[in-house]
């Protein structure tokens, strides 16, 4: 059975940092992308970083460059996120997805290309 499970999220200060983890099991990352969408009450759906299979590319959305990083282990068939400087508008519900990688450099922000869904982590920043 495919899955993803999403792990790290909670409450923390304005300025702070959060890393989420997201583990795969039941296939392996080596053959999929990876994306972080996150989602607040009232806002659709909103794509974060993306991370090839094999971690050589990554798609960042203007809301948070500079200030999230995405990494992937192989070994461990897990994908991070790494979040600092954390804002309110930071705040929603936080969930990786995947899909086979057909071209390397293909790792869009669109929630409609992904199709394998994890159960979300909250992520709340505030003071």
């Known amino acids: 059975q495919l899955q993803l499970v999403e792990s790290g999220g909670g409450l923390v200060q304005p300025g702070g940092s959060l890393r989420l983890s997201c583990a795969a099991s039941?296939?392996?990352?080596?053959?999929?992308?990876i994306g972080w969408f996150r989602q607040a009450p009232g806002k659709e759906r909103e794509g974060v970083p993306s991370?090839?299979?094999?971690?050589?590319?990554?798609n960042y959305a203007d809301s948070v460059k500079g200030r999230f990083t995405i990494t992937i282990d192989n070994a461990k068939n897990t994908v991070y996120l790494q979040m600092n400087s954390l804002k309110p508008e930071d705040t929603a519900i936080y969930y990786c997805a995947a899909s086979v990688q057909e071209f390397d450099f293909l790792i869009p922000l669109i929630a409609d290309e992904y199709y394998y869904w994890g159960q979300g982590t909250q992520v709340t920043v505030s003071s």
């Open positions: 991370i090839s299979s094999r971690g050589d590319y990554t």
């Open positions: 039941g296939f392996t990352l080596d053959y999929y992308r």
